[in-house]
């Protein structure tokens, strides 16, 4: 095999994997665009619950909120929901733009670059969701704040359940 037939065929390599590893991050976040950590499934369904209107009843439901809780937890939760759009909708947009650099043949430092940057923003969406769970629990009786923090961990491992 001549030196730039092997030249041309790791080209070729690399601009699949990248194109692949691209096409898999887009779908898994800009089209599906799931939660950071999961909420249980629920009762109603064998697939998992993906709104926070859903991990919100579940929390009334299984943790027994009282009406003060809610009202105390409330600006914390709101808070959090304009942090996750936020976020969501930087995700689309970087997945899009990773997506059109692919498409574009970009270099791969570029590719890297605008990998880095998708990466960085999902990273930041887990953090923003595990710290959100982290100040809810601390505005939560001792009993609640564990069923919480057992049910944070079930869902990291994927073993929650309703």
Do not use: C
């Not at 070729?12 to 194109?19: K, S």
């Amino acid at each position: 095999m001549t030196r730039s037939l092997q030249g041309a065929l790791w080209v070729a390599g690399t601009v699949f994997v990248a194109a692949a590893s691209a096409y898999v991050t887009v779908k898994l976040t800009a089209a599906a665009n799931p939660p950071a950590i999961l909420p249980p499934p629920s009762p109603e369904s064998s697939r998992p619950v993906d709104s926070e209107e859903s991990l919100h009843a579940w929390m009334h439901q299984n943790l027994e909120i009282s009406a003060e809780e809610h009202d105390l937890l409330l600006p914390y939760e709101q808070a959090f929901e304009r942090d996750r759009l936020r976020l969501r909708a930087e995700i689309r947009q970087a997945g899009q733009q990773l997506a059109a650099s692919i498409r574009a043949n970009a270099d791969q430092k570029t590719l890297d670059e605008e990998l880095n940057r998708l990466n960085g923003l999902n990273a930041e969406l887990r953090k923003a969701t595990l710290d959100h769970f982290l100040v809810m629990k601390e505005h939560l009786n001792p009993v609640q704040a564990e069923k919480l923090l057992q049910w944070t961990h079930d869902s990291i491992v994927g073993t929650a359940s309703p």
